[in-house]
């Protein structure tokens, strides 16, 4: 694997940030309102999605914490929750959640200028579940827990993000869920005492990565989404695809290093992948 380029760390505004991080839409002309982009082997791919997203919930599961399983709670199902941190045995179609394809999803928990001002955090987006987190509240927590609001939750964020979509409000991706459940996590981070409860959040700004089997071209299947949490903002990718996490290996290394923490989820997406024609080599065999 080539040495990977990283990009600059530090306290960077306006010009200097658009430049570095690629702030500006990426080739949006060719994406239809049901697509993103992605990155696989240190190229850009595109995903095409074909169905509603789907959160499993077994009867096992007692995804809402009221200590009642699933089963025999027919409430916890009208509303869908879609939980980091909780993995299903099985997928959507009732197969072994051990052989479904993956889709890693970069989500940037740093703030480039340490920005301390709540009303920077997502607004909440159209339709999103009454007790989501969001706006000026969700921005006094994120400060209370992590210090700054993340870009992954900013309604502006200082770097190139594959979803939202182009013109989308934040917190929104086509064919997304627009809320998460990130109690577990938070938790498990230390950042919430015990015992876990729902903590809903609008869908973080966030990026994706595949596998190179899967990127080239692949039908419309579907991906279990692990969502990664992307801590140093030097493995950030940018939209070309030159710096940063564009491939699993890159992943791998990030996490081997600490700098990014993989957790499982209950959410799917239905989607094909074929890769786009760019012209990015500058990665390729990864």
């Given at each position: 694997?080539?040495?990977?380029?990283?990009?600059?760390?530090?306290?960077?505004?306006?010009?200097?940030?658009?430049?570095?991080?690629?702030?500006?839409?990426?080739?949006?002309?060719?994406?239809?309102?049901?697509?993103?982009?992605?990155?696989?082997?240190?190229?850009?791919?595109?995903?095409?999605?074909?169905?509603?997203?789907?959160?499993?919930?077994?009867?096992?599961?007692?995804?809402?914490?009221?200590?009642?399983?699933?089963?025999?709670?027919?409430?916890?199902?009208?509303?869908?929750?879609?939980?980091?941190?909780?993995?299903?045995?099985?997928?959507?179609?009732?197969?072994?959640?051990?052989?479904?394809?993956?889709?890693?999803?970069?989500?940037?928990m740093?703030?480039?200028?340490?920005?301390?001002?709540?009303?920077?955090?997502?607004?909440?987006?159209?339709?999103?579940?009454?007790?989501?987190?969001?706006?000026?509240?969700?921005?006094?927590?994120?400060?209370?827990?992590?210090?700054?609001?993340?870009?992954?939750?900013?309604?502006?964020?200082?770097?190139?993000?594959?979803?939202?979509?182009?013109?989308?409000?934040?917190?929104?991706?086509?064919?997304h869920?627009?809320?998460?459940?990130?109690?577990?996590?938070l938790?498990?981070l230390?950042?919430?005492?015990?015992?876990?409860?729902?903590?809903?959040?609008?869908s973080?700004?966030?990026?994706?990565?595949?596998?190179?089997?899967?990127?080239?071209?692949?039908?419309?299947?579907?991906?279990?989404?692990?969502?990664?949490?992307?801590?140093?903002?030097?493995?950030?990718?940018?939209?070309?695809?030159?710096?940063?996490?564009?491939?699993?290996?890159?992943?791998?290394?990030?996490?081997?290093?600490?700098?990014?923490i993989?957790?499982?989820?209950?959410?799917?997406?239905?989607?094909?992948?074929?890769?786009?024609?760019?012209?990015?080599?500058?990665?390729?065999?990864?």
């Open positions: 694997m080539k040495a990977k380029k990283r990009l600059i760390t530090g306290f960077v505004l306006g010009t200097v940030v658009a430049s570095i991080f690629g702030i500006a839409s990426a080739q949006t002309e060719t994406l239809k309102p049901n697509q993103t982009f992605g990155f696989s082997g240190g190229h850009i791919v595109e995903f095409s999605y074909e169905e509603n997203f789907d959160c499993v919930d077994q009867p096992h599961f007692d995804l809402n914490y009221n200590r009642m399983q699933a089963q025999s709670d027919s409430g916890e199902f009208q509303t869908p929750i879609c939980q980091a941190g909780t993995q299903p045995m099985l997928d959507p179609t009732g197969g072994n959640a051990n052989r479904t394809a993956q889709l890693f999803v970069l989500v940037p740093f703030s480039l200028n340490k920005d301390r001002n709540p009303n920077d955090a997502i607004s909440c987006p159209p339709g999103v579940r009454l007790d989501t987190l969001c706006g000026p509240a969700l921005g006094k927590t994120l400060i209370k827990l992590f210090g700054a609001i993340p870009e992954a939750y900013k309604n502006r964020p200082l770097v190139y993000t594959d979803c939202p979509n182009p013109g989308s409000p934040p917190g929104t991706c086509t064919m869920a627009s809320t998460i459940d990130l109690g577990k996590v938790v498990a230390k950042k919430l005492p015990p015992p876990v409860k729902n903590v809903f959040l609008p973080p700004n966030h990026s994706h990565v595949v596998t190179n089997d899967l990127g080239t071209t692949t039908g419309a299947i579907w991906w279990e989404v692990i969502p990664v949490l992307v801590l140093d903002p030097a493995d950030w990718p940018n939209k070309t695809g030159s710096v940063g996490i564009t491939s699993v290996s890159d992943l791998r290394a990030a996490e081997k290093s600490g700098e990014a993989q957790v499982p989820s209950n959410f799917y997406l239905f989607f094909s992948s074929h890769m786009e024609n760019m012209g990015n080599t500058s990665q390729q065999g990864r």
